[in-house]
């Protein structure tokens, strides 16, 4: 898969690929990136990329004319590399949100992706009605560029490439399944009085994949209501999990989470919870 990306800052996306699973990926081929300053498309002296806003107001507003012309070399380009189809994306505050199904689309379309990335006030709005597929926002927010929202979704995007995760697939992450991910555990069994769920200790795979389905369940549907009803309005519940969602409603099980969904507060408390789980979840 192939990002250009239309910046003011590359050396930004060097995040990208000099650390972790991206830099892995991309020494192994798997994604490739180039950088286009729309100062070189510039024919003034200053090399002018911004002007002031028609109408008056703060701020500088990127002039449509270079940003055009980068995603014209851009895409040419890409035609070069042998990529058959470009799909243009602006990174913006008032862009569509960012989704899982989004990222994951965009993984499996086999398209060049050409982002653009703002500066100032904006980017004037003729570049974007002529030139642009789709604005994309990473959150409600403003961010000082594009920048950070652009590495944001490549990194989300090449991960979900075949081969870029070195051992379980993100198939087992956060949103795979319409749901949060589960709460993960590591040694030592008992970390300054808050202990492992016993049900993790157990080595009984299949109680160990029902507790972690019903701690995504609870946890969802206390922390992000709206994905349970689009996971219901999607199917992906089954009668168990609905079962579960029911039990936690009426307090039957867990305990309500600390702002964060933090661990229980004492090994007592958590043993108890665990030895009580029998096919019920305790929120941790
Ligand atoms: C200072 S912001 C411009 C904010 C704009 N005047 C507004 O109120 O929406 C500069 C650039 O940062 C990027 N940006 C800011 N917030 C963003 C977000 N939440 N998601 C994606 N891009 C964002 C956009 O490319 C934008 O053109």
Known sequence: MRFDVITLFAPMFEALTAHGITRRAFEAGLWQLATWNPR?????????VDDR?????PGMVMLAEPLADAV?????????????????????????PLTDARVRALAASGEGVVLVCGRYEGIDQRFLDAYVDEEVSVGDFVLSGGEIAA????DAVV???PGALKEASADDESFAHGLLDAPHYTRPEVWR?????????SGHHAQIAQWRRAQSLVRTARLRPALIER??????????????????????????PAANARAPSSEAANKADASAYNGRVTMV
């Open 231 to 256: 996971a219901r309005q999607l199917g992906l519940l089954s009668a168990k999990d609905e079962q579960v969602l029911r039990s936690d409603a009426q307090g039957a099980v867990g305990r309500a």
């Open 151 to 154: 590495l944001a979704l490549i």
């Open 72 to 96: 014209d070399a851009a895409r040419a380009a890409q035609r070069a590399a042998g990529i058959a189809a470009t799909r243009v994306i602006a990174l913006s505050a008032s862009g569509v």
């Open 159 to 161: 991960r979900q490439l």
């Open 53 to 57: 806003p028609f109408g008056g107001g």
């Open 40 to 48: 070189d498309f510039t024919h003034d002296n200053h090399r002018t």
């Open 193 to 201: 009085g808050r202990a492992v769920p016993a049900v993790l200790l």
